[in-house]
């Protein structure tokens, strides 16, 4: 089962036009008999022409966020490899281990963008950049945390997550409000009822 901070970066990516694996299992990360299993929590596809009627139009992307990062998301596909970490207390050197080498390569192995011969060079150009540009493709490590903690990766806070989600809900407010339950996480149906129901005046 997903963590409340694990759904709320999921929802802030999917509304922002990604379609995402989640939990990714990383099997037999460690060296000769060492397992040394885990997962990435979120892999983040997004397409340059993704479209949708209700929240999924030009207007409704987080591209100030985005532009933040120096990424123009109408020029690039995207491919984000993001980890969740929701602790006050979060150490960099956590963020640090989320992002070694292995869990790069696997992940991008998995994503099946580039001829397998190359991922091991991509990886290791990745490794100390926030992101890398190849082709039509931008290739990203995002971290989402609680606080502001530098590194090369991006960083997106809970706080912009929540707002940025209240923003979303609020805009479609009627549509979000009326279809909640259809929405796979009782997370989100929350919140769409809390925002959407205050909007609408049903209280």
């Known amino acids: ?37 885990a997962d990435s929590d979120l892999l983040a596809i997004r397409f340059l022409d993704v479209y949708e009627k209700v929240g999924g139009q030009d207007q409704d992307w987080d591209k100030e966020k985005f532009y933040d990062w120096g990424i123009d998301i109408d020029k690039f596909n995207l491919a984000f490899i993001a980890e969740v970490k929701s602790s006050k207390d979060l150490k960099k050197c956590c963020l640090e281990k989320s992002f070694l ?10 994503f099946g963008i580039f001829p397998k011969k190359e991922v091991g060079s991509i990886a290791k150009k990745l490794y100390n950049e926030k992101y890398i540009s190849i ?6 490590k995002l971290a989402v945390t609680e606080k502001q903690i530098d590194g090369p990766w991006l960083i997106l806070t809970l706080s912009e997550i929540d707002e940025f989600i209240q923003k979303r809900i609020k805009s479609y407010q009627k549509d979000k409000y009326a279809d909640r339950v259809y929405f796979p996480s009782s997370l989100l149906q929350y919140l769409t ?8 005046g049903n209280f």
């Open 1 to 37: 089962m997903n963590n409340f901070a694990e759904e709320l970066a999921y929802w802030y990516l999917r509304f922002n036009g990604f379609l995402l694996l989640q939990n990714f299992v990383l099997h037999n990360l460690g060296n000769g008999n060492q397992r040394g299993s």
């Open 101 to 110: 080498f292995k869990r790069l390569e696997s992940a991008l192995y998995r």
């Open 135 to 140: 082709n039509s493709w931008i290739i990203a």
């Open 193 to 200: 009822w809390k925002y959407g129901h205050f909007s609408t």
